[in-house]
């Protein structure tokens, strides 16, 4: 069973990863001064590192630092579905609303699944990824006299320590990396947020069970949609929903979706917490429960 202590662990290491990188790239950029965006305007932290929701990416870029500042947070994620559970901890910075640098690490747990499948119960998968974003043009946020969004291009490198299982799950490989390009668009008249991404993808189950398949072994195209209503300045909710590629001839894999409510008391702090419907996961069907996330920055 997961113990607060660990998860106090986790987040507090992954802390530390984005203050440590902050506190060197502020000192080697003149000092600038950060946390004038407003709050929630940053996204929260996406299962993979990235801005964003919690299930897909956004163009905003990571942090609250504006077009003259830096900006980091670092997140603890956890998902608990009927057989299965994530944990996933990350941190990312924010270069002056410009560029996003992100890391994240996923372990997910099969619980009995990992036993049926003769891989002894609770075998894990983990999973490091590394992202990288860039806006290339328009401000979600400020540039509310045009329709035009923000758009921002992406990459997240991701490796799996668990090359002979995915292989013999009949993936082509356990490591890859994703490509996706992210319009996002805030009304603020009307308390609204936009976003569709586009994902270039062989990702299985987000690489957690490797890249390429029996099925097919070719990049494919993935929508991946959010919309988010501001209740308040500090209180968002919304819904989620990420195409999944099916390359597996014995692992079916099901598009996700998430009821969610996110909730930031300070630019400090945000939580988020989420009903999630993952779909089928390997042997077992109707995976859904809780995605509960907590995330730290300036």
């Known amino acids: ?14 802390m530390s990863v984005a203050l440590g990188l902050s506190s ?17 305007t940053g996204g ?32 603890a994620t956890r ?20 560029v ?20 002894g119960r609770g075998f894990t998968f983990k999973q ?31 490796k799996n320590d668990q090359d002979a299982v995915v292989k013999f799950v009949g993936a082509k490989r356990s490591q890859g990396t994703d490509y996706y390009i992210s319009a996002t668009k805030l009304i603020l008249s009307q308390s609204v947020l936009l976003n569709a991404t586009v994902r270039l993808t062989k990702a299985n ?12 072994n070719s990049y494919q195209p993935m929508f991946e949609g959010s919309v988010a209503y501001l209740l308040s300045r500090n209180v968002a ?20 979706a998430d009821l969610f409510i996110a909730w930031a008391p300070t630019k400090h702090v945000s939580l988020t917490v989420a009903y999630a419907d993952l779909g089928n996961i390997v042997i077992k069907d109707k995976q859904r429960g809780l995605y509960a996330s907590v995330q730290v920055g300036f």
């Open 79 to 98: 998902v608990n579905v009927q057989d299965y559970h994530l944990n996933d901890v990350g941190a990312a910075v924010g270069f002056y609303d410009r």
């Open 205 to 216: 189950q987000t690489g957690i069970l490797g890249f390429g398949g029996d099925k097919r």
């Open 24 to 40: 060197t790239l502020v000192a080697a950029a003149d000092a600038p001064t950060t946390s004038n965006r407003l709050l929630l």
């Open 237 to 256: 909710i919304g819904a989620e929903y990420r195409q999944k590629p099916n390359n597996l001839g014995i692992a079916k894999e099901d598009d996700w």
């Open 100 to 119: 996003e640098l992100s890391v994240a690490q996923q372990r997910f747990n099969t619980e009995d699944v990992g036993a049926a499948l003769g891989l």
């Open 1 to 14: 069973m997961f113990s607060q202590r660990r998860f106090r662990a986790m987040l507090l290491g992954g």
């Open 128 to 158: 490091t990824v590394v992202g990288v974003k860039v806006r290339l043009f328009g401000d979600a946020v400020l540039e509310q006299d045009s329709w035009l969004p923000q758009v921002s291009i992406g990459a997240q490198y991701k």
């Open 44 to 75: 929260v932290s996406q299962i993979e590192g990235a801005a964003g929701g919690g299930l897909t990416p956004w163009a905003v870029i990571a942090g609250y630092g504006t077009r003259d500042e830096i900006g980091a947070t670092a997140f």
